[in-house]
């Protein structure tokens, strides 16, 4: 059984800066390519980025290029979400994902993932 934690979330100003972290225990985790999503109170479930189990392959929903960086240190069996230049439209609930493939064709789907963690609060103030 995999399990996933996140942490890192909080409450920051407009223009300020996170780092996300969700720490996988459970399976290699060198094999399971991973993910981060969000979720804003009354909305669906939103792709952020992905990344391969290597790190080789990165993928971003194209709002988030440039703002966001994933990437994962496979030695810590740890991923990461840097957020820059943040803004109120950004608050969400940040859920990592984890895959049984190390890439997955539909990485921006939550159907593509077999694993998730509870979610870490972001909340953005103006």
């Known amino acids: 059984q995999v399990q996933l934690v996140e942490s890192g979330g909080g409450l920051v100003q407009a223009g300020g800066s996170l780092r996300l972290s969700c720490t996988a225990s459970?399976?290699?985790?060198?094999?399971?390519?991973m993910a981060w999503f969000r979720q804003a109170s009354g909305k669906e479930r939103e792709f952020v980025a992905a990344?391969?189990?290597?790190?080789?392959?990165?993928y971003y929903k194209d709002s988030m290029k440039g703002r966001f960086t994933i990437s994962r240190d496979n030695a810590k069996n740890t991923m990461y979400l840097q957020m820059n230049s943040l803004n109120p439209e950004d608050t969400a609930v940040y859920y990592c994902?984890?895959?049984?493939?190390?890439?997955?064709?539909?990485?921006?789907?939550?159907?593509?993932?077999?694993?998730w963690g509870q979610g870490t609060q972001v909340t953005v103030s103006s």
């Open positions: 994902a984890a895959a049984w493939a190390a890439w997955v064709v539909v990485p921006d789907q939550p159907n593509a993932y077999n694993y």
């Open positions: 459970g399976r290699t985790f060198s094999t399971s390519a």
């Open positions: 990344i391969s189990g290597s790190g080789g392959a990165i």
